[in-house]
């Protein structure tokens, strides 16, 4: 019995431009996790578990494309994960962060850089003396932290040259932890704070920042070198580095502390005034009852603020210390 030819004997292969596209990716289900502690020119270093004994060097996975990684993302590995010498893994996955710092070129740019990602403290670093203090860096800090979702803290050096009390009263009513942080003062109460935590550390050139990092993690020059040779370049002043903390015990591992390069200036374009706010929960709920438009500064700018029908002493010091924050921003950013 002969066959009986149809259409579905017949096998076209499509063409290139009959052929169906998909934006499928890989799932990458056997991906290891691990979290990037270096950026060095088109190359991460990764430690896989959080492991900073184990040191693997990776690349970005072409579907990613130029999705944005920087130190403190927690990302999945695929590829050679035994961290020898010229091998090169590849980052097929980047995590949902808990919380960015963010930062851009000046005031008046909308483009926003993430800085650090997932930390949980950013720790400002102030000397009291050479270079003078200043409070404006400061409230830029503070509004960048609490826009990012980060928990900020002030580290006060160089205390034997300033007054600590007088410069630290300007912040007593924005309930930030400070820590006279100088050469000759013990860190135990500031390592108590970072301990089990992943820590920022930011300030102005030559604040002592450096000093104190090596205080904190022991062999830090050596840490750094190593975690920072993905590349051919070197950590000095351009590029971010995250260095484990000693461990407080058994059942610790003790932190991460993220050193970042000595800043000029911390542009706020990407801020605006209900970021601030947010970090106050009973201020941001109040603030629902404003006008649109309103920059929650008060009389004049802002006769009809909900928030200056708060009279309570607690909840006034609140609405004091927020306005300061916003006062900072809306100097930089009067549209924000």
Excluded at 25 to 49: F, K, L, N, Y
Excluded at 63 to 80: H, K
Excluded at 200 to 221: I, M, Y
Aim: hydrophobic share 40%; with cysteine; aromatic share 2%.
């Amino acid at each position: 019995m002969s066959h009986r030819f149809d259409e579905s004997d017949v096998r076209v292969r499509p063409g290139k431009g009959s052929r169906p596209r998909t934006k499928r990716r890989p799932a990458h289900a056997d991906a290891t996790e691990a979290m990037v502690i270096s950026v060095d020119r088109g190359r991460w270093g990764c430690a896989p578990g959080g492991r900073p004994d184990h040191v693997v060097v990776a690349m970005r996975a072409r579907e990613l494309g130029r999705t944005p990684i920087v130190v403190g993302d927690r990302v999945a590995l695929v590829g050679d994960l035994s961290g020898d010498r010229d091998t090169l893994a590849r980052i097929v996955r980047v995590e949902e962060r808990t919380s960015v710092l963010r930062r851009t070129a000046d005031d008046t740019d909308p483009t926003e850089r993430v800085v650090v990602a997932n930390a949980d403290l950013l720790l400002i670093v102030v000397a009291l003396a050479d270079p003078p203090p200043r409070a404006g860096l400061v409230d830029r800090a503070l509004v960048a932290a609490v826009a990012g979702g980060v928990v900020p803290m002030l580290g006060l050096t160089k205390d034997d040259l300033g007054d600590p009390e007088a410069f630290a009263a300007q912040f007593a009513d924005l309930e930030v932890p400070i820590f006279l942080v100088g050469r000759e003062r013990p860190l135990d109460d500031l390592y108590e704070r970072i301990d089990g935590k992943t820590t920022v550390l930011l300030g102005h050139s030559g604040v002592g920042k450096s000093t104190l990092v090596n205080r904190l993690v022991p062999d830090a020059d050596r840490a750094t070198g190593d975690v920072s040779g993905v590349g051919k370049g070197r950590h000095t002043s351009t590029q971010s580095v995250a260095l484990p903390l000693p461990a407080s015990g058994p059942d610790t591992d003790g932190g991460w502390v993220i050193d970042t390069p000595g800043i000029r200036s911390l542009g706020l374009a990407h801020v605006t005034a209900d970021d601030v706010l947010a970090a106050f929960d009973d201020l941001a709920l109040a603030a629902r009852d404003c006008p649109r438009g309103c920059g929650h500064l008060g009389p004049p700018a802002d006769p009809e603020c909900a928030l200056d029908d708060l009279t309570e002493p607690a909840a006034r010091r609140r609405v004091a210390a927020a306005r300061r924050l916003l006062v900072a921003l809306s100097s930089v950013n009067p549209h924000g």
